[in-house]
Every structure is written in C-alpha cells, then in structure tokens.
C-alpha cells in the first residue's frame, strides 16, 4: 500500500477535464481522464525588510517543483490526504536542501520585484514537506493533454504527424 499524499485541493475533476478537451478537440474519442500527482516542495516565508518608515513585514507561500527545481511564489492553498498508486506519482529527484535554496532565491528576487527594491531581506523560511499537484491526462490515439486540477490550464503532452 502506498503512503497518502497532501494534494493541493483542486476544482477540475476527471469529468470537466475531459469535457474541457473535448469541446476544444472537437473529438468524442477520448480515453477517460487519467490522474498524475506532481511532486512540489513547499515552504512558508516570513519575510522583513527595512524601509524609510520602518519594518515591513511579509508572509508569502514558496513551491519548488521537485522535479526540475524551479521555484515560484504561491497563493495559499489548502490540501487534502489522498491515496495514489505509486503508478500516478512523479517521482521527486531534487532534495529537501537544495529545494530550500532554491525557495530562499526565489522568495528574494519575489521580494525585490515586489518592493522595487535591492536589499538583504531578513528571511525565515519553514519547509512545509513535499504537496503533490493533481493533473489529468486526457487523450485519444493520437494527442494527449494535461488538465490541471486547480485552475483548467491544459499543456499539449505529444502530437502526432499527419
């Protein structure tokens, strides 16, 4: 048995995706929608930096994709355990040490773009543990699609040549 997962909720399920698809396809040959779990690192920033006017505080959410380990500023977000077959699962190739300082760049050039500002922030990063991303794929013979879960955005997985 696999261990539960903590998935980033979602609105797209299986059905909307593949709907999604098809009337963008305009095709009624699709194979039901099939689930991946994408593999992120999550850390919540406290940040602080001091300005004319005193000390300015901010709380931001990082997620370093686990696979490619590129890092981005995040909306908050809620999960929820979920069991997957090891078979859904992506697996993570970069390390909790190295994701954390890929969060730290990215939540200070966040900072610095934010505030339009070059300083030294005051950071403290916590490792929340790896999330998991919910996509569908969605496809026929010769095309398939990811849906993802949280927002619809759908990415051409391979095409075919006519």
């Known amino acids: 048995m696999t261990e539960p997962l903590y998935v980033i909720e979602g609105t ?5 995706a593949s709907r999604q698809v098809r009337d963008l396809c305009d095709s009624d040959a699709l194979q ?42 995040a909306e908050p977000f809620t999960t ?13 190739d970069i390390s909790p040490t190295a994701a954390h300082a890929v969060a730290r760049r990215t939540v200070s050039h966040h900072l610095g773009k934010a505030l339009r500002m ?14 998991w991303k919910q996509f569908w794929v969605v496809g026929s013979t010769q095309y398939s699609v990811l849906v993802d879960s949280t927002n619809g955005a ?7 040549a006519g």
């Open 12 to 16: 797209v399920t299986a059905e909307c």
């Open 80 to 92: 929820r355990l979920r069991v997957a077959a090891a078979s859904e699962q992506m697996q993570p």
């Open 32 to 73: 039901p929608a099939q689930p991946i779990y994408y593999p992120y690192h999550a850390f919540r920033a406290a940040c602080t930096v001091a300005t004319l006017i005193g000390r300015q505080e901010r709380q931001l959410h990082c997620l370093v994709d686990a696979m490619n380990g590129q890092g981005a500023t």
């Open 154 to 160: 759908m990415h051409p997985l391979r095409s075919k």
């Open 118 to 131: 070059i300083a030294a922030f005051d950071i403290k990063l916590e490792a929340e543990g790896l999330v």
